[in-house]
């Protein structure tokens, strides 16, 4: 059957070093590489100061340094497994992940998750560039050189520029720029991590009282949600350049060790400083990068600021790359340097109010995590249920047109990410008091669950909820249609 291509990208005249790919597949040309290099950008996207604030977050719950510890670790390596399943498809479709997404959910029935997608990575490239800025001005302060407003422009403008260029450029510059941040920062990390060292007090972290099995779930989801699932709609923008043949294998460690490593240890570590002092515990999570550079002698601020800005700058330029493609998934017809542009005004649009405007900038942030949390949890069930099913490399001609063979609209993957968000958000709460999430939770009284103020509010048990919802729905309910998909020729 001959498939009109109505909705097929082209690899339009772009500037001199600019990447000309966009939502197209890449052509086989310019697929290359191992698997291994997939360690450089989620190293470096992943290697942030960030990472420590989790320790005292997850103590927020009224766990055990030990509690913490599992959840810490189980949380980030299976949120970051998710990641390496997904960029598998990467491999086997060579186009960007919400270009992909629309076998199981139908090319126009797709638009709907790659708004999701472009929303939470806009939002992630917000926060961290929000991050970076406020840590040059705290930083600015302590040394005496001024922290007021002028510095925050400044600083606003220098990691927003670099973010941007990079969004724009593309792929390439962002594969080399991830290496040296990988280094640099991972090496003064460690030099941080050393200076840090006299404030952790290993009888008051071991003295800390174990907390229930639903406050440790709650941690556990935080971790998943701050960290591995934040990137599952992404995973597979980077191996999408990989040749078809690569081992899968290989893509799914390295992407899974890449993105997993710095977090784990920075959040081990985080555990130990905030255990070690409940004040200092309070402040990492009002401010956490604040809080993390006041424990340290002001000779080495100059080193922490660096370390925060560029581990910040690493995962906002992973961020604003994917959210142009999601954008251009959503139906956006613009170039995707274009696209990677307008997102870096909306960045900074909100970086600006987040900055200069927003109040218990934090608290909004955590409510964010949790809220999208549930519907791209569910959308990743989805998507990995799809792809457990397929035997075969996806038709990348009919991933653009609606009436191949991946169709206009799936109703049951859609049925499946609107009813597992609706279940999410049902079972999980703003635990940080935002006011706009008061409506969250509304299933727990009915199911029993002790309503709001019971401890199964706590435990995010609805972002678990709509990741299995999503998956097993799809491994039920879409043998037939991926068996007919896989029946006709190409």
């Not at 992630?124 to 922290?147: C, K, N, S, Y």
């Not at 959308?379 to 609606?402: M, P």
Request: proline share 3%.
């Amino acid at each position: 059957m001959a498939v009109e291509e109505v909705d097929r990208p082209t690899r339009a005249a772009v500037p001199a070093g600019v990447e000309a790919n966009g939502s197209n597949v890449i052509p086989e040309s310019e697929r290359h590489g191992r698997p291994a290099q997939l360690f450089w950008p989620w190293f470096g996207s992943n290697v942030s100061i960030l990472g420590l604030g989790y320790g005292a977050f997850a103590l927020g719950f009224g766990i055990s340094f030990w509690q913490g510890l599992i959840a810490g670790v189980l949380g980030i390596a299976v949120s970051f497994l998710l990641c390496g399943f997904v960029a598998v498809a990467g491999k086997r479709g060579s186009a960007p992940t919400l270009v992909l997404s629309r076998a199981p959910f139908g090319v126009d029935g797709n638009r709907l998750p790659a708004l999701l997608s472009w929303v939470l990575t806009v939002g992630w490239e917000t926060v961290l560039v929000i991050l970076a800025t406020i840590a040059t001005a705290h930083v600015f302060d302590r040394l005496g050189w001024g922290g007021g407003d002028g510095v925050k422009v400044a600083a606003l403008i220098v990691v927003a520029l670099l973010t941007v260029v990079a969004g724009v450029f593309g792929y390439r510059l962002i594969m080399r720029l991830q290496v040296w941040i990988t280094v640099i920062t991972g090496v003064l990390t460690v030099a941080y991590m050393i200076a840090a060292a006299g404030h952790i007090h290993w009888d008051k972290v071991s003295a800390i009282g174990t907390g229930s099995s639903q406050h440790f779930l709650g941690a556990l989801v935080l971790f998943m949600t701050g960290f591995g699932l934040g990137w599952v709609n992404a995973a597979a923008d980077y191996s999408r350049y990989l040749p078809r043949g690569s081992s899968s294998r290989g893509v799914v460690f390295w992407t899974a060790f890449g993105g997993a490593v710095a977090p784990i240890v920075l959040a081990i570590y985080g555990l130990l400083l905030a255990g070690s002092s409940a004040k200092l515990s309070t402040a990492i999570g009002n401010d956490p990068i604040g809080a993390l550079a006041d424990v340290l002698p002001k000779g080495f601020l100059v080193v922490f600021v660096v370390v925060a800005v560029l581990g910040l700058i690493g995962g906002s330029v992973l961020d604003i790359y994917s959210s142009g493609l999601s954008l251009l998934a959503a139906g956006v017809r613009i170039p995707r340097w274009a696209a990677a542009l307008l997102d870096g005004v909306v960045m900074i649009a909100g970086t600006v109010y987040g900055v200069f405007g927003a109040k218990h900038f934090v608290i909004t942030f955590q409510g964010f995590l949790i809220t999208l949390g549930v519907p791209i949890a569910a959308w990743c069930g989805i998507f990995l249920g799809d792809l457990v099913l397929r035997r075969r490399d996806y038709a990348e001609a009919e991933l653009f047109d609606a009436r191949g063979r991946y169709g206009r609209a799936n109703p049951l993957a859609l049925l499946l990410l609107v009813g597992g968000t609706a279940l999410g958000w049902g079972l999980v709460i703003n635990i940080y008091g935002t006011d706009w999430l008061t409506w969250q939770g509304y299933l727990l009284d009915p199911l029993g669950l002790g309503g709001k103020t019971g401890s199964w509010a706590y435990s995010g048990l609805g972002v678990l909820v709509a990741l299995v919802v999503g998956f097993v729905g799809t491994l039920a309910g879409s043998v037939g249609r991926v068996r007919r998909q896989e029946s006709q020729a190409t």
